[in-house]
Structure formats: structure tokens, C-alpha cells
């Protein structure tokens, strides 16, 4: 199993991970899954924190998050006991070394909602601000394709597509 990088800087990294899977609606097993690998690999690793100390991340470190609750009930079954899995607003106000997102979304044409629920900017604002150390953003990359059919919606899109350029590294128009 390869182990996730983190990058050691005074500003929390960011990383999106794409996962393909079809026909998901509120829950990706093919995510859950990665989301677990992700997870096993970070275990045991060691992250700096605002003051320099060199810490091992443990269960309690990592904050694994969720829009729909049906994928928080299939993470849970997936990650190890004492593992922090939630919600995205279950855990507003909390922090941890590592947070995990799991969007659970195969497309926008599977949207059990109005695509302002997925593509909050609070919602994503408060998901990656919840990490000391590193965001991993795990989602579908049709998600970044979705149909619009206002200019609001096509801002709350670009925002996961800005995401993801600046996890890679791409220049930020």
C-alpha cells in the first residue's frame, strides 16, 4: 500500500483524489473504499504542527467528513473502531491534523439535490478548514463536469474545480 505524502509547511496542504465510479447518488463504495486506504496509510505517520513538534497521527487526528449521511454510515463500517466520522456539519468547529472528504457523488446528473447542497461553499470552506496539516478531498472526477444552469451554480462548481487545480499545482486564473 503507498503512503499518502504530506507536505510539511506552515499552511495546510491540500489533495484531490479522484475515485471514477457510476450511478452513486449518496453513497460510493468505491470512495469508502479509497477513503479506508487512505486512512491505513496515514496511521502511524507523522505530521509537524503550528509549533513545530513532530507528532504521530492516530485515529483521533484524523477527521473523516461527508455530506450525506448514508456515505458517513459506510465509512464508519469501513474505517477502524474510534474513528471520527461525521457529517460535514457535525464537525464544524472541531480540527484535526487530517481531514478526509468523501463527496459520495458519482455526477451532477446524480444529485440527490439542488446542486447548492453538494457544491456549498460553506460546506467545502468548512470540510477543508477543519485540517492543521492536510485536506484530501476524495471525489468523482465527473463531478468537476456538472451541468449548470445559472451563473450561481456555475460559481459553486468552479469552486471544486479551483480545488482541484490548486491541489494540483495549477495556476490559479
Known amino acids: 500500500m503507498t503512503r499518502m505524502p504530506i507536505r510539511r509547511s506552515r499552511r495546510p496542504g491540500l489533495r484531490f483524489v479522484c475515485v471514477e465510479h457510476e450511478a452513486c447518488s449518496q453513497k460510493s463504495d468505491a470512495e469508502a473504499n479509497r477513503v479506508h486506504q487512505l486512512n491505513e496509510s496515514l496511521l502511524g505517520q ?18 473523516v467528513v461527508s455530506p450525506y449521511n448514508m456515505q458517513v454510515n459506510s ?15 457535525k464537525f464544524q468547529g472541531q480540527e484535526a491534523a487530517i481531514v478526509l472528504v468523501s463527496m459520495a457523488i458519482s455526477s451532477g ?3 440527490p439535490r439542488q446542486i447548492e447542497f453538494l457544491y456549498s461553499r460553506n460546506r467545502l470552506n468548512v470540510a477543508i478548514s477543519r485540517a492543521r496539516c492536510l ?11 456538472t451541468q449548470c444552469s445559472t451563473i450561481d451554480q456555475m460559481r459553486l462548481v468552479n469552486t471544486l474545480c479551483w480545488t482541484k487545480n490548486f491541489a494540483d499545482g495549477l495556476p490559479l486564473i
Open 135 to 145: 485536506t484530501v478531498i476524495v471525489a468523482s472526477p465527473r463531478l468537476l463536469e
Open 46 to 63: 507523522r505530521w509537524t504542527d503550528r509549533e513545530g513538534r513532530v507528532c504521530p497521527i492516530g485515529v483521533d487526528d484524523i477527521l
Open 109 to 111: 446528473d446524480d444529485l
Open 75 to 89: 465509512l464508519r463500517t469501513r474505517l477502524p473502531e474510534g474513528a471520527r466520522v461525521g457529517t460535514v456539519d
